[in-house]
């Protein structure tokens, strides 16, 4: 780290810039950087703009490290990105000339653990089930002896970031909890208080099964109509991850098939569903809209964040907020 003045860029979707960056994080910010020009969005980046550049302060909306972009930015040393997985950031140019990229995507993976929770513990009730029943009846729901929190059987399907986090959520709830990873440890599951199958041992296994998956190559479409035939009778799936992780096509024959089975969608594929989409005719889902991770005021935290790992780069000490490369393999 030098002591010359840093110079900075903010640079992001301008719609959602005052929702992560008030003026608190603002000045925060500005307390160690130079600002060059007002926000701009990613599309509007030129190499004038970018030249002198030594940091880019960014969220949703950033602009992508092409090797062209940082031929623009020689200086670029460390972008903060007060948004979650940096997918859609990151290069192997970008890693190969030793920018540093910090991610607010652990403050987002526990909001969207306590979305999750709420979901599977109401899940665990039937709450959903109860509420669509006495709409359709117009008349109180008779409860059917649901199973609650004791004795039941969670199943996580990946522990990532988000998937920890709502694992270390469940442990006081007294819930037995599965998880699939094939690249977690058995001494790391036990630590979280989770015991590890397969798969398909948790779709058949499960009262709830929580999805938290990365959309990858091969997660695309993972749950597909045998695992969900496979289900416990009543159980619930609760997708806060990514819509394409399920077969969606199967979701629909299947929920149709069993109205035993439930599925609570906050994501979709595609996002939102088109309209008329079956998944709003069924009596045995509920979508909403998106509603896991950092909404309103919630967004500052990211931004402040951003903020305060700025200020460690600035005193030469660790971020707390880097993405490592290595990484990324296996990441959302």
Request: a negative charge; charged letters at 20%.
């Amino acid at each position: 780290m030098t002591n010359e003045p840093l110079t900075g860029l903010y640079v992001m979707d301008p719609a959602r810039f005052d929702d992560v960056y008030g003026t608190a994080e603002r000045t925060a910010i500005e307390s160690h950087l130079t600002i060059k020009q007002p926000l701009c969005a990613a599309a509007d980046l030129s190499a004038d703009t970018l030249a002198g550049v030594d940091v880019l302060v960014t969220g949703w909306g950033a602009p992508r490290l092409t090797a062209e972009l940082l031929d623009s930015a020689p200086r670029l040393a460390l972008v903060l990105y007060a948004a979650g997985s940096v997918r859609p950031l990151v290069t192997e140019e970008s890693w190969a000339r030793g920018v540093q990229v910090t991610s607010a995507g652990s403050l987002i993976a526990d909001k969207v653990a306590d979305f999750a929770l709420s979901q599977i513990l109401y899940a665990l009730k039937h709450g959903w089930r109860y509420v669509l029943t006495a709409r359709r009846a117009r008349t109180a729901a008779v409860r059917r002896g649901e199973l609650g929190t004791a004795g039941a059987t969670v199943g996580l399907v990946s522990l990532g970031a988000t998937g920890r986090a709502t694992a270390r959520l469940l442990t006081r709830h007294g819930v037995r909890v599965l998880a699939h990873d094939p690249y977690v440890s058995d001494a790391d599951a036990r630590a979280l208080g989770v015991e590890l199958t397969t798969l398909d041992g948790v779709f058949a296994q499960s009262d709830v099964v929580s999805l938290h998956a990365p959309l990858l190559d091969d997660t695309r479409a993972m749950v597909d109509a045998r695992l969900l035939r496979s289900m416990r009778p009543d159980a619930t799936l609760v997708n806060t991850a990514r819509g394409g992780l399920v077969d969606e096509s199967a979701l629909v024959t299947v929920l149709g098939e069993r109205s035993d089975l439930f599925a609570v969608l906050d994501v979709t594929d595609p996002e939102p569903p088109h309209p008329g989409s079956p998944l709003f005719e069924l009596d045995n889902v509920v979508v909403t809209p998106h509603l896991a991770g950092s909404l309103g005021p919630e967004r500052r935290l990211l931004g402040r964040a951003m903020a305060e790992d700025l200020a460690r780069y600035v005193a030469g000490r660790p971020l707390r907020h880097e993405v490592a490369a290595a990484s990324m393999e296996h990441a959302a």
